[in-house]
C-alpha cells in the first residue's frame, strides 16, 4: 500500500522560502512521476509542479521560477523547494504519485496522495 507523507509546512512571511518534503513508501519509487498540488482556502485543488522518472519537471506557470521540485530516489522523497514566496501561495499542499510508470511529467494520472501540510504566507 503506497503511503506518503508530507511534512516542512508552516508560517512564514512573504519574500520568505520553505522547502516540503514528501516520503513515499509502499513501492519502488524511481518509476513514477511525483507531482505537489495545492489547495488555496476556497478554491480547487490546483497543480504546482510535477518531476519524473528521468528528472524532468512540469511547473505551473504561478510558480516557475520560484519554486523548485526535486527528487532522491534513495531516500525516496520528494521536495518542493519554495523561494519568494507569496500571500497567494497560502494553501494546504499536497504531495501525489503517479499511478504508472515512466511516464512524462505532464502525463501522469495520480492515484496516491499524502495528508497534506499546511503553508502560510503572511504579507
Known amino acids: 500500500q503506497v503511503q506518503l507523507v508530507e511534512s516542512g509546512g508552516g508560517l512564514v512571511q512573504a519574500g520568505g522560502s520553505l522547502r516540503l518534503s514528501c516520503a513515499a513508501s509502499g513501492r519502488s519509487f524511481n518509476k513514477y512521476t511525483m507531482g505537489w498540488f495545492r489547495q488555496p482556502p476556497g478554491k480547487e485543488r490546483e497543480f504546482v509542479a510535477a518531476v519524473n522518472w528521468s528528472g524532468s519537471t512540469d511547473y505551473a506557470d504561478s510558480v516557475k521560477g520560484r519554486f523548485t521540485i526535486s527528487r532522491d530516489n534513495f531516500k525516496k522523497t520528494v521536495y518542493l523547494q519554495m523561494n519568494s514566496l507569496k500571500p497567494e501561495d497560502t494553501a494546504v499542499y499536497y504531495c501525489?504519485?503517479?499511478?504508472?510508470?515512466?511516464?512524462?511529467?505532464?502525463?501522469?494520472?495520480?492515484?496516491?496522495w499524502g495528508q497534506g501540510t499546511q503553508v502560510t504566507v503572511s504579507s
Open positions: 501525489a504519485q503517479d499511478a504508472g510508470t515512466w511516464r512524462g511529467p505532464e502525463s501522469a494520472e495520480y492515484a496516491y
